[in-house]
Structures are given as C-alpha cells and as structure tokens.
C-alpha cells in the first residue's frame, strides 16, 4: 500500500512513500576510496565461505584489460567491512574513461563502471556511466540504447570482459546523443514536481514524509534551469547524497524531522542511479 504524505506546514504538496524499500539498510554503509592496489582488485581467489561452483572473477584481470584497450582509472569505492579478513572480498566499484569518448553537456564525462565482488553477493556488471565534473557525483546509465554486461561467477567470464567494453564505446554516443536531447526538453513545474514525488517513490521508506520540492533545489548555480537534464541531475544529486529534512511518524504519534542521509552503499548506489535515469528517459519519451 502507498502512502501519500503530506508535507507540515506546505499545504498542497504530497510526496509518495513506499512501503518498504532497501536503501533503508543500506544508506548507513560505509563507502570507502581505493585504488587498483587494494586487496579488492588484486585478490587472487574468493571468500572461503563460497561453494567451489563459484567462478571466481579477478578483478585485477578485469582492469589490466581494460587499461590494454586503452581506459584509463579515474577512481573506485567499496564497501567498508567489519573485519579485515572480509576486505579483500567486498563488493567495489571501479571507473573508466577513454579518450575516444567526448566530455558532454556541463562537462558529463562518459565512463565504463565495473561492479564486482569475491563473496557471492553480486555478478559482475561492466555498465556504462558518467562523471559530472562539476559536482564530482557519478551517473548510472539505464537505457535500451547502453550496452552492459551482467556476467554470473562462472569458468571462462572473464573472456567476455575485453568484448563488453568494446561494446560500451559502440553504444556511448547513441545514448549521450539523447543526453543532449534531454537539454532541450523544458519541464513545466508540475512535471518537475512530478519527476521528484516519482525519485521519492524509489528511495524512501514508509512512514517518512518529505516534499518533494525538495529534491528540486539546485545546489550550484550551474544546476538552475527547467529542461529535463538539469531538473534530472538536481533529483539526482538530491537522492543520493541526501541533505533534505526527512519527517518520520513514530509508533507513539511523536514526529521527528532530520537530514537524508546519503547512499553510501556502492551497489546501493549504482542501483539508485539505474532507477533514476530510467525514470528521466521515461520523462525523456513522453515529452
């Protein structure tokens, strides 16, 4: 069942809340900055706890293909363990750029993201992503047009690695041209408001009221504008790295109002901007 909240105090405006949503338990997870040195990239065999039909997946191979072919690292995160014997099997994420792909609008770089873990928590991805500069915050392609590549840990993976990311630079710039397009596409306020209330509906929890006008609040002035890819990349922003007052209800009829929190989470994260940019080309196709 969904709750439509509204906000205290901003009559007329209504934000939907799920009622049940995974980044409750995973904004709090600690995301930490590597580099191809940690023991995430540079393990040699799987967590002991996986089944021997584990294929293990190296991530070192992963990026020495991809620097071969010409990518070069531009940072990567995983996620933070409570012990250290875990660490070397977290899930990581890891970004790419190569020259043959041109910076964007607002200068988005395109990159090549690679997801992967040592433990039978997630498959290997290698997706298409961007980099805004301007705000140092990572996107997430989700698009019909992208290439990507899920693989499950199994014997002989890693072979399909080299060809994926060759398909990656293939299909960048059908996507990044309706990237341009979304510049174009003027959003009126309620679209806006809407496009917000709908990025709501994915990240927060039931019981948690906020107004979505909220997520609208352009954080550099570079940002401001109506049209579809600036509205898109406030949401975004918004979303992932929290910031707006979130009211919770409480089983006693209390109500407490705090900061969202970000998403720390690093596949929590790549799973949000996924969902985000699926919900902007929808907005994209129906303009």
């Not at 988005?108 to 993201?113: D, H, L, N």
């Amino acid at each position: 069942m969904l709750t439509l909240a509204p906000t205290p105090g901003r009559l007329g405006v209504w934000a939907v809340i799920t009622p049940r949503n995974i980044y409750t338990y995973t904004t709090m997870a600690k995301a930490l900055t590597i580099d191809l040195s940690d023991s995430t990239v540079t393990t040699d065999h799987p967590s002991p706890a996986v089944s021997s039909r584990y294929g293990f997946i190296r991530t070192e191979e992963v990026t020495n293909n991809l620097l071969a072919a010409g990518w070069q690292f531009d940072g990567g995160t995983r996620r933070a363990t409570r012990s250290i014997e875990r660490c070397a099997y977290a899930l990581h994420v890891l970004r790419f750029s190569h020259p043959a792909l041109p910076t964007l609008i607002d200068g988005t770089r395109p990159q090549a993201v690679v997801l992967n873990s040592h433990q039978g928590s997630s498959k290997f991805q290698l997706l298409l992503g961007a980099f805004r500069i301007a705000c140092a915050n990572g996107l997430i392609v989700q698009s019909m047009q992208a290439t990507s590549l899920s693989l499950r840990h199994s014997a002989g993976a890693i072979s399909e690695v080299a060809e994926g990311a060759a398909r990656l630079i293939d299909s960048a710039p059908r996507v990044f041209a309706g990237v341009e397009q979304w510049s174009r596409i003027d959003l009126n306020w309620d679209r806006q408001v809407e496009l917000a209330s709908r990025a709501a509906l994915i990240r927060w929890d039931d019981g948690e009221q906020l107004d979505p006008r909220d997520l609208l609040t352009s954080r550099r002035r570079e940002d401001s504008g109506t049209d579809l890819w600036k509205v898109f990349n406030r949401v975004q922003e918004s979303v992932i790295r929290g910031g707006v007052p979130v009211t919770r209800q409480h089983p006693n009829g209390e109500a407490s109002t705090r900061r969202a929190t970000g998403i720390r989470n690093p596949g929590a994260v790549v799973d949000m901007n996924q969902r985000l940019w699926s919900l902007a080309e929808e907005f994209a196709i129906t303009a």
